[in-house]
T-cell receptor, first 114, second 115 residues
Framework: AQSVTQLDSQVPVFEEAPVELRCNYS??????LFWYVQYPNQGLQLLLK??????LVESINGFEAEFNKSQTSFHLRKPSVHISDTAEYFC????????????FGTGTQLKVEL | DTGVSQDPRHKITKRGQNVTFRCDPI?????LYWYRQTLGQGPEFLTY????????KSRLLSDRFSAERPKGSFSTLEIQRTEQGDSAMYLC?????????????FGPGTRLTVL
């Protein structure tokens, strides 16, 4: 079984400041890792994913996440946030060896203020 | 719009009533998933279909819940004798099949409120 921990339920930050949203996971098997974003009144959208290869992955809108196997973490970072980044962010995992269900964390509400 | 669609978007019902939700996946996707998201929690897996076959069910899916995908296209999720604890957002997702990773695309969800 897998579990995902997002310790920060809310992260307030001023516009243009850097931000880090933390994600730790537990799994007895190897996993793929994901960050999903949910904007107000919209469905979940895949932000970025780690499947294999380089442990640093990037999204098209400036977010990046680094897979750290020894610390079982997949923290999400952005060097300079924008008001439009205000949303809820979910970290998720899925076993690499089959199975299709995603296991999500409880989410982190990112609120960007002027 | 060729994304995943769900109907209705909102449903308010009284305890004890039955409700049914519909999900229309992206047309070429043969895998379809149902998740439930309660307030303050992340989505939790309920069940998954490959074409019309229901291949996995979570223990969260009690006997009052039933899901179908009769022709391998749209799916329905029925909750019988609703309880207040069933109040949640019900999410549907779809993906291509196969052994390699395929992204799950999510619909906007159906928000259920049981009074």
């Amino acid at each position: 079984a897998q579990s995902v921990t997002q310790l920060d339920s809310q992260v307030p930050v001023f516009e243009e400041a850097p931000v880090e949203l933390r994600c730790n996971y537990s799994s007895s098997v190897s996993v793929y890792l994901f960050w999903y974003v949910q904007y107000p009144n919209q469905g979940l959208q895949l932000l970025l994913k780690y499947l294999s290869g380089s442990t640093l992955v990037e999204s098209i809108n400036g977010f990046e996440a680094e897979f750290n196997k020894s610390q079982t973490s997949f923290h999400l970072r952005k060097p300079s946030v924008h008001i439009s980044d205000t949303a809820e962010y979910f970290c998720a995992v899925r076993p690499t060896g089959g199975g299709n269900k995603l296991t999500f964390g409880t989410g982190t509400q990112l609120k960007v203020e002027l | 719009d060729t994304g995943v669609s769900q109907d209705p978007r909102h449903k308010i019902t009284k305890r004890g009533q039955n409700v049914t939700f519909r999900c229309d996946p992206i047309s070429e996707h043969n895998r379809l998933y149902w998740y439930r998201q309660t307030l303050g929690q992340g989505p939790e897996f309920l069940t998954y279909f490959q074409n019309e076959a229901q291949l996995e069910k979570s223990r969260l899916l009690s006997d009052r819940f039933s899901a179908e995908r009769p022709k391998g296209s749209f799916s329905t999720l029925e909750i019988q004798r609703t309880e207040q604890g069933d109040s949640a957002m019900y999410l549907c997702a779809s993906s291509l099949g196969g052994e390699t990773y395929n992204e799950q695309f999510f619909g906007p969800g159906t928000r259920l409120t049981v009074l």
